[in-house]
């Protein structure tokens, strides 16, 4: 999938493509990427939306790099071919490939400059003619682009987050996230009848990515049953006939009630789910920004009780959250002590270096000391606010580690 994040690093070399056949009008609307390749391509980004300079800036921002531009191949008007919004791409492709892609887009008539190549030194240089107009450290001028990004921020959500997001993008990198086990498909022996376990993926009023829950647990060798609260008052089915059972997300009942509250107050049911509601126990409460979080971050998988995490403990990886009440709430120091010591707690938000973290927006909630999950002692049960059913696949990730 080719993304406008730039990959290769030194190796990287950076393409123009003119599709306005020389034209630099200044106006336009972006253009829908789909060029795509047979692998040549590790990024590609449109110019129509702001103009090639602003494209190329883009590409180091999301790509966290540095590149080096040199304009002189594209003319003698500096200011119409910085900011001329005509149709075109860049295009990043490795060293030894430039040749083998030139040689394809001169084929199809289709004219392409190199215009510059991508460094490790994450400094942006524009050059013209050889003279330098710019020359400064990518991530002081990403800084600058996102200010107006920030200053909006602040007027929806705590301001001391803004902050704390805006001062901690100069010190983002590329995130780590090792694995203590080989990725594999699903034996296919778990796809048979006689073998798959049932799971009730049970749903409420309002409650959403169900359909994502059962596509997971079908993928990893399940049966899943779509199962509405309706069903369970009616005695339509019964719980009994399950080895599992998955509770979605989503604002049921508009989450007035606090998070998931809006499942307990069913005396119907109330002996099939237990207990529920207890003050003195952890819960989740309103993010500290004051607002929904929809945001992609990395969890690290501590070691626990759980049996879904075994053979996991240890690695870190990227994950969706989406939630405007997940900061985990403990009553009191002696539960979250408790939580602690005892390995309750398996899930925890992390930083860039796989470290658990408060500090906003790695922790998009505030909960302490990162914790993102919550289990039984026994290992049964386990509540979590991330989404890991959002990006079970590939293509869902945002980003990911190109090894």
């Known amino acids: 999938m080719v993304t406008p994040d730039l990959k290769l690093g030194e190796d990287g070399i950076l393409l123009y493509i003119d599709l306005a056949k020389g034209k630099w009008r200044l106006g336009g609307s972006a253009l829908a990427q789909d060029l795509f390749g047979d692998g040549l391509i590790s990024a590609g980004h449109d110019i129509s939306d702001g103009g090639l300079l602003v494209c190329a800036l883009e590409m180091a921002f999301a790509g966290n790099c540095g ?6 191949p594209l003319g003698d008007n500096v200011f119409q071919s910085l900011f001329a919004k005509e149709l075109g791409l860049i295009l990043e492709v490795s060293k030894n490939n430039v040749h083998s892609v030139m040689e394809k887009l001169s084929s199809l008539d289709v004219s392409a400059k190199i215009i510059g190549q991508v460094t490790t030194l994450l400094v942006i240089e524009l050059k013209v003619d050889g003279i330098t107009h710019l020359n400064e450290k990518t991530s002081l001028l990403r800084y600058m682009w996102e ?12 301001a001391s987050c803004v902050e704390l997001e805006k001062k901690g993008l100069k010190f983002r990198h590329e995130p780590s996230w090792p694995l203590s086990f080989t990725l594999s498909v699903t034996d296919e022996k778990f796809f048979t009848t006689a073998l798959k376990l049932k799971v009730a993926i049970i749903r409420e009023e309002g409650s959403n990515r169900d359909r994502e829950m059962s596509a997971v647990f079908y993928a990893t060798g399940f049966e899943p049953w779509d199962v509405a609260m309706l069903d369970l008052l009616n005695g339509v089915i019964s719980l009994n006939e399950f080895r599992g059972i998955a509770f979605v997300g989503g604002f049921s009942y508009a989450d007035v009630l606090d998070s998931t509250e809006g499942w307990v107050p069913r005396p119907q049911v109330g002996g099939v789910f237990g207990a529920a509601g207890d003050p003195s126990q952890p819960r989740f409460v309103h993010n500290e920004s004051g607002r929904f979080e929809c945001r992609f971050t990395s969890v690290t998988i501590k070691n626990s009780h759980t049996m879904m995490f075994k053979g996991m403990e240890g690695i870190t990886l990227g994950v969706w959250a989406a939630h405007g009440e997940g900061k985990a709430y403990f009553p009191n120091a002696g539960v979250l002590d408790c939580v602690l010591n005892s390995d309750l707690a398996p ?15 790695f922790n998009l909630n505030g909960s302490p000391l990162g914790v993102a999950a919550i289990c039984s002692p026994d290992g049964r049960h386990l509540t979590m606010m991330p989404h890991p059913e959002r990006c079970f696949l590939m293509w869902q990730f945002p980003w990911y580690p190109k090894e």
């Open 347 to 361: 899930l925890r938000y992390c930083d860039d270096d796989g470290n658990p973290t408060v500090a906003y927006p």
């Open 147 to 158: 200010d107006t990004s920030f200053q909006h921020e602040k007027l929806q959500k705590l």
């Open 67 to 72: 590149i080096a531009l040199d304009l002189a």
